[in-house]
């Protein structure tokens, strides 16, 4: 059973374009929303994330836009780069757990095209 | 600022050995996580510790060992590798609702 999906494995976008990347979950408990980023032959880091009590986070190039009722999220990132091709992974926490217990996505391969 | 390493960075085994993965942080965090990534699936959590000699399961449990002896170091054991089996662990740690990875060993069973 697959807690929080990401819709594609894989988008291609040129480069000045915004990239979008959709995330959807199904436990009601989750509060905490994480992206991470991960290049290869690294570890995912910390990008941007967002609670539940807000429906959007911005972060320079990159926005998180949330919808509580439709249980899903999406990451936009604007103009982008080269250097954002990576490995983009959503995740979700419930408080109640204190965080301990996140969950991941199947991540998202993302290939920005110059 | 801290770091988390993971050794050995890969690792070849034979199919039924049992091996083990080694991690170390020095950021001081309680919380510590070992997650594997398989190409199309995400990350999935094996084990995790709140504190020194703490262990908790994770969904992919079966098939592993864990172990907290210190609050720097957490290893992790593949109790018999499958033959073909190829994944990356991810060792973590956690500072309020942050994660920070380290860079994964890779384990490939011959």
């Known amino acids: 059973q697959q807690q929080v999906r990401q819709s594609s494995q894989s988008l291609t976008v040129w480069e000045g374009e915004t990239a979008i990347l959709n995330c959807s979950y199904e436990n009601s408990a989750f509060d905490y929303f994480p992206w991470y980023q991960q290049f290869p032959g690294e570890g995912p880091a910390l990008l941007i994330a967002i609670r539940s009590v807000s429906d959007k986070k911005e972060d320079g190039r990159f926005t998180i836009f949330f919808n509580k009722r439709e249980k899903n999220l999406s990451l936009h990132i604007k103009d982008s780069q080269p250097g954002d091709s990576a490995t983009y992974f959503c995740?979700?926490?419930?408080?109640?757990?204190?965080?301990?217990?996140?969950?991941f996505g199947q991540g998202t391969s993302l290939s920005v095209v110059p | 600022g801290g770091i988390i390493t993971q050794t050995p960075k890969f690792l070849i085994g034979q199919e039924g050995q049992k091996l083990t993965l080694k991690c170390q942080q020095n950021f001081n965090h309680d919380t510590m996580y070992w997650y594997r990534q398989d190409s199309g699936k995400g990350l999935r959590l094996i084990y995790y510790?709140?504190?020194?000699?703490?262990?908790q399961k994770g969904d992919l449990s079966e098939g592993y060992d864990a172990s907290r002896e210190k609050k720097s170091s957490f290893s992790l054991t593949v109790t018999s590798a499958q033959k073909n089996e190829m994944a990356v662990f991810l060792c973590a740690s956690r500072q309020n609702t942050e994660v920070f990875f380290g860079k994964g060993t890779r384990l490939t069973v011959v």
């Open positions: 510790s709140i504190t020194e000699n703490d262990l």
């Open positions: 995740a979700a926490s419930p408080a109640s757990s204190s965080f301990s217990k996140l969950v």
